[in-house]
């Protein structure tokens, strides 16, 4: 069965770094695109970034853009969110999520939560 599992999440302070990771496992890693997707009470869910299966595509929402990337090993079947630059408004629980293009999403991890605080 298709499971997606995230770690990485945790509190750092604002300007600091993450970097989440998703294990998947049950299918074929490299052929669907990827996804984080994120959770805040006040925001609700927000797509953050994806990558294409072979990794030479990819989409950043603007909020993030310079700060974050998204990368994938295909050999390890992992997802990869690196987070840089950290500010207060990217706490939320971050998804890993598969699906299609564009924004189609059938499977979804259990989550990871990112707090930045001071």
């Known amino acids: 069965q298709v499971q997606l599992v995230e770690s990485g999440g945790g509190l750092v302070q604002p300007g600091g770094s993450l970097r989440l990771s998703c294990a998947a496992s049950?299918?074929?890693?490299?052929?669907?695109?990827m996804y984080w997707v994120r959770q805040t009470p006040g925001k609700g869910l927000e797509w953050v970034s994806a990558i294409h299966g072979d990794g030479n595509k990819t989409y950043y929402t603007d909020s993030v853009k310079g700060r974050f990337t998204i990368s994938r090993d295909n050999a390890k079947n992992t997802l990869y969110l690196h987070m840089n630059s950290l500010k207060s408004e990217d706490t939320a629980v971050y998804y890993c999520?598969?699906?299609?293009?564009?924004?189609?999403?059938?499977?979804w991890g259990q989550g990871t939560q990112v707090t930045v605080s001071s």
């Open positions: 049950g299918f074929t890693f490299s052929s669907y695109w």
């Open positions: 999520a598969r699906g299609g293009w564009p924004f189609f999403v059938d499977y």
